[in-house]
């Protein structure tokens, strides 16, 4: 009775958590951009994580820039992972001064991403 009623619960609880940073796969990240009519459309590309729990942000400078940006939902994909995206206009000249920044329980810490930069690889807490 002590071992179904303690023991076994103790150990269950250690292993689950043992097994959570498996469970943990922080995501890939790809930004990329194109120009028309003036305009530069920047997207961030988020895929390969789970779980689902994600926040994807565009900044310009230090600062968060919600209202301007518009995202896809997060989405399934066939292997259990999940996928999702932000995108934000802007002027071509500033370029330069936007990040997207992705938080994930995957990840040590938010990843800020900027295009023509090297894209991040699911460096985390995870075994992805």
């Not at 968060?64 to 997060?74: F, K, M, N, V, Y």
């Not at 399934?76 to 936007?98: C, K, M, V």
């Not at 994930?104 to 992805?128: K, N, T």
Request: charge should be negative.
């Amino acid at each position: 009775e002590n071992y179904l009623k303690h023991v076994c619960p103790e150990w269950l609880q250690k292993y689950v958590g043992y097994g959570r940073k498996e469970l943990e796969l922080a995501p890939d990240v790809h930004v990329s951009g194109k120009e028309e009519h003036g305009t530069l459309i920047l997207s961030c590309h988020v895929y390969g994580f789970y779980p689902n729990t994600i926040t994807v942000n565009w900044m310009k400078g230090g600062d968060i820039w919600d209202q301007e940006t518009e995202w896809g939902g997060i989405v399934p994909n066939s292997d259990g992972t999940f996928h999702t995206w932000a995108r934000i206009e802007a002027l071509p000249e500033e370029r330069e001064q936007y990040r997207c920044r992705v938080e994930h329980p995957g990840m040590l810490e938010p990843g800020i991403f900027a295009w023509g930069e090297q894209d991040y690889c699911r460096i985390g807490v995870g075994s992805g």
